[in-house]
């Protein structure tokens, strides 16, 4: 290799170094293992563009180009690797507003729901894995599941027992008792959660105050939902 290429090479390794310092200087926080394993496949590109720079026999002014871009794009990459809290929140907030049954974390184990245009609160949680759509119901003393939610979860409607009678608005209806292994909203987690499957015509599962009652707060101000986990 002649002296051209090794500065050459010292160049690139010193602006491709310069943009690593940089992003590890201005970094809120420690890169956690998964971090570290995303960023594996964007190291390896930069190694390439490297190697492939410095074996270039064209002039250094005539790759300067390139070598701008990378800068460029080593700007960008300090720039989202040092605001990644911030752009992960801002993410949050949006796929909230687009989807209010996803709910917003406010803050630490703070959820925070819209109401749907009928003044109602749609909350999507994971039961045994399955994504349900609940609506927020505290008149209901329990978790009821529709036929097509239980299904969905994979409970076998043909050998659940109806022993229960309920009574609704239509009027009295059975239910079936069964146990979700987890239900999951947002960051709160609960285990062996007892429910009920409707056997009647019911169009939505209900999230209750077996489950509401768990939490350590919840309010409602104007058509806002604040779900917060029990301390």
Known sequence: MTTRHV????????????????AISVSTGSVTGTEAMDAVPLVV?????????AASTRPL????????????FGVVL?????????????????MGAIVPSRGVEIAPGVLRFAADDRGQFAIDAMADGVTIHFMMDTGASGI???KRDAERIGFDLN???YSQEFSTANGPVR???????????????????SAWVNEGDLDR?????????????IEIKGDSLILEQAR
């Open 7 to 22: 500065l050459r090479l010292l160049l690139i390794v010193a602006v491709v170094a310069g943009i690593v310092a940089a």
């Open 45 to 53: 590109m930069v190694i390439w563009v490297v190697v492939r720079l």
């Open 61 to 72: 002014g005539a790759i300067a180009g390139q070598l701008s871009l990378i800068i460029a």
């Open 78 to 94: 300090v720039a989202g690797y040092a605001y990644r809290s911030d752009f992960r929140g801002l993410t949050d907030r949006l």
């Open 144 to 146: 009821v599941l529709s």
């Open 159 to 161: 050998s659940l027992t």
């Open 175 to 193: 239910a079936a008792p069964v146990t979700l292994n987890s239900l999951q909203l947002g960051t709160f987690d609960a285990r062996r959660v």
């Open 205 to 217: 599962s209900l999230l209750g105050m077996s489950f509401l009652s768990t939490l350590g707060r």
